[in-house]
């Protein structure tokens, strides 16, 4: 009796080693003849010469065809039919010759996984669906999409992997078709782990047990934001497995706070992703030192936060979980980086041997110089690299700039300390005239001045006319960011006629005369000599710098620098109607009032308090903006010399007419409390006005360096500049 392929319920097609297995299985038992299986090239039922020579008699319940592998190298397509008593006893089946190409895969949330397919292969148009197996359990997906939710295979998200088996699965003519299929496809569900995480000059450096030559996505995350990808290769170094990421160009922000995080990049043109690794911390910034402090038994470092840190003293390293890093006095230097778990962040070379302020005698003079081991007054040249290019300066004897190819040099001379020694002015003039020449802007100002006070011997009193341009004898000083003006307003008191006769009892006239006097005698007096200036309230003025330049409170400015808020200046000094003076810190902040170089300058002579006032501006306490130090020198001169020129080139005013008075005043730190005290205040002021007139003083000061003690035996003297750090104790213990 014969059969048809209806009577065959299932196809499969697999590989037996090296040969090809083709089975078709039916519902029940054939009851008799014999069926001849046939696989064929061609779907021409009549062409014998395309069937392949794998026929073979079916009996019983199922029929297994077999072919070596090579006779499929050139076949495309395959067919499967029958044949009973040489008739063709069956329609023509197609049947799937080629197992599944994993081209890669997607993780996704809660166990889901995409997979994707190579779709080039016949087989994969043909076919319907795809089988996937784990073990026992097996799945059919859809095509073409195919994700599968691994707990459905059970396969849960502890395991480090998952090994799929794959096949294409189709229903054609009534018939299941089940394609050969691919077993062992390895779906990692865990993303690479690293056992250390490590930055050093931009550059990020990653060691963990992922395979050689393993294609790897590097994610660099600022909370939920990426930041920054790339596609790394791990190779091997120092039998160790390692990835290199260039940062430099990524734009990045040293002081944010990120993460990172990886995958493994899957198929062959790393199209899929696996699962993420864990985040790890990536530190990218360097630690921030506030202060170095020492001793001769301890030195302290004080960093910018509390958080952990690698500490490398010599070859030893040590973790520290704090804002400051204790050492023995015999260290002179370390590498600090910050580090949480398996990450470092870069290195920091801290030299903990600083440099210190100490004095130093030649005679009955005493100079303070910044040096490491040089204890005496400078008898040879030295030099300074400044890091920048500055304009040429050779006109003096005492301070010489010359450019290298990358920088400028600062050149002091051995001259200067015998100009101090003597007492002459004229240090200090070369000194500015090399500042107007060289400082075109506050920048450059700043650093030319810490080259002078860090490399030249100077006399105590002379310090604050070398940082700020204090000159006492031609009252004036120039405002740096840092400084804060304390100003005092008065206005002017004009009693009317019909009240200037008053009795001695100080009561108006026509009021109360107990005494039974009249207006007329010699018991009143005239009140027009009560006439004059009265206080009438105080202000603070913080100076800042602004995008290079000085300006003053900030708040203000904000609104100013927003043209939101205008406030026009007097306008040229061609005329005495136009010398208008000012209303107080609002006319500090007026059109031009911004500029590199300000400066406080005082009248020669304060006016009295009968007196009505002045109105030109020689007579007032003023602020002269210029926006460059020469014209700013100019511009104090033209005031010294109480002229009133047609105009003052590149410079703006702003005076306080009357009986006003500004003081400068500086910020210091004095037994670990913040204070204001005004400029010239000494650290024997300090500590007599805390009640220690003999008590040990200790004094840092802030230089480039980092801040540096103060040694001598004049500290008392001493005026305080803005930053220092002061410390008065009594019996040999600190207060505070």
């Not at 040249?381 to 400044?386: A, G, K, N, S």
């Not at 290298?404 to 005239?433: H, K, N």
């Not at 341009?469 to 100003?487: K, M, N, P, Q």
């Not at 107990?514 to 009140?527: E, I, N, P």
Request: hydrophobic share 40%; charged share 25%; glycine share 10%.
């Amino acid at each position: 009796m014969g059969r048809s392929v209806e009577d065959i319920s299932r196809v499969q097609i697999s590989y037996d080693r090296d040969t090809y297995v083709c089975e078709a299985f039916t519902e029940e038992a054939f009851m008799g003849g014999e069926i001849l299986v046939v696989l064929s090239n061609t779907r021409d039922t009549k062409n014998e010469a395309a069937r392949l020579a794998v026929s073979k008699e079916w009996h019983g319940l199922d029929g297994v065809v077999r072919c070596e592998k090579e006779l499929l190298a050139d076949v495309t397509y395959l067919y499967l039919y029958l044949v009973d008593a040489q008739k063709i006893a069956s329609n023509v089946v197609r049947v799937f010759i080629h197992t599944p190409c994993l081209k890669g895969y997607q993780l996704g949330e809660r166990g889901l996984v995409y997979l994707m397919l190579d779709t080039k292969t016949s087989d994969y148009s043909l076919a319907r669906q795809l089988a996937v197996g784990n073990e026992g359990a097996k799945i059919s997906l859809d095509l073409p999409a195919c994700g599968v939710r691994l707990p459905e295979l059970g396969i849960w998200g502890n395991a480090a992997c998952a090994c799929l088996s794959l096949a294409y699965h189709s229903r054609i003519d009534g018939v299941d078709i089940c394609g050969p299929e691919l077993s062992g496809a390895q779906v990692l569900l865990r993303g690479p782990e690293v056992i250390r995480l490590e930055v050093s000059e931009n550059v990020l450096v990653g060691q963990g047990d992922f395979e050689k030559e393993t294609v790897i996505q590097t994610e660099i995350r600022r909370g939920m934001v990426v930041a920054a990808t790339a596609r790394l290769t791990a190779e091997e170094q120092n039998n160790t497995l390692s990835f290199w990421w260039d940062l430099s160009g990524e734009g990045l922000d040293p002081s944010g706070v990120y993460t990172l995080r990886l995958r493994y990049l899957t198929g062959e043109q790393g199209e899929g992703l696996s699962a993420p690794g864990p985040e790890y911390p990536l530190f990218l910034g360097l630690p921030k030192v506030q202060s170095v402090r020492a001793s001769g038994e301890e030195t302290v470092v004080c960093l910018g936060e509390e958080m952990q840190y690698e500490v490398t003293e010599g070859r030893q390293d040590r973790l520290v979980s704090e804002s400051e890093i204790r050492l023995s006095g015999g260290i002179t230097e370390i590498d600090v980086r910050m580090c949480q778990g398996i990450s470092y962040g870069p290195s920091l070379h801290v030299k903990t041997a600083l440099p210190r302020f100490l004095s130093i005698k030649q005679g009955n003079d005493t100079f303070y110089s910044l040096c490491r081991v040089r204890e005496e007054v400078l008898k040879e040249r030295v030099t300074v690299p400044l890091g920048r290019w500055l304009e040429g300066y050779d006109k003096g004897e005492i301070f010489w700039v010359t450019q290298g190819e990358l920088e400028s040099i600062l050149r002091i001379e051995p001259l200067l300390t015998e100009r101090l020694v003597s007492g002459s002015d004229s240090v200090y003039d070369e000194f500015e005239e090399m500042l107007g020449c060289c400082a075109k802007d506050y920048e450059t100002m700043e650093i030319l001045v810490r080259a002078v006070l860090e490399h030249a011997p100077l006399r105590a009193e002379d310090i604050l006319a070398f940082r700020y341009r204090y000159r006492v004898s031609e009252g004036r000083v120039d405002l740096e960011a840092g400084l804060s003006l304390a100003i005092e307003y008065a206005i002017y008191q004009n009693i009317p006629e019909n009240q200037r006769m008053l009795l001695e009892d100080g009561q108006p006239v026509g009021i109360s005369d107990r005494l039974g006097g009249d207006a007329g005698s010699d018991r009143t007096v005239d009140a027009s000599h009560r006439n004059g200036y009265v206080g009438t309230g105080t202000c603070d003025c913080q100076v800042v710098l602004r995008n290079g330049r000085v300006v003053l409170e900030p708040f203000i400015q904000g609104f100013t620098q927003a043209s939101s808020y205008v406030i026009p200046a007097s306008g040229p000094l061609d005329s005495q109607a136009q010398l208008d003076g000012g209303a107080g810190v609002a006319d500090f902040l007026a059109d031009g009032m911004a500029a590199p170089f300000v400066r406080l300058l005082y009248p020669i002579e304060r006016m009295g308090r009968n007196s009505k006032g002045e109105m030109r501006y020689f007579h007032n306490i003023c602020l002269a903006a210029g926006q460059s130090l020469p014209a700013l020198i100019n511009a104090s001169q033209a005031m010294r010399r109480q002229e009133l020129p047609n105009r003052l080139e590149e410079v703006s005013l702003a005076d306080l007419r009357g009986r006003a008075t500004i003081r400068v005043r500086i910020l210091v730190t004095v037994n670990k409390v913040l204070q204001w005290v005004s400029m010239g205040t000494t650290a024997g002021d300090m500590a007599d006005a805390l009640g220690i007139s003999k008590g040990r003083l200790a004094l840092w000061r802030q230089t480039s360096f980092g801040p540096c003690p103060v040694f001598g035996d004049e500290l008392r003297s001493m005026c305080l500049v803005s930053g220092d750090i002061m410390e008065v104790s009594q019996d040999g213990a600190f207060i505070g």
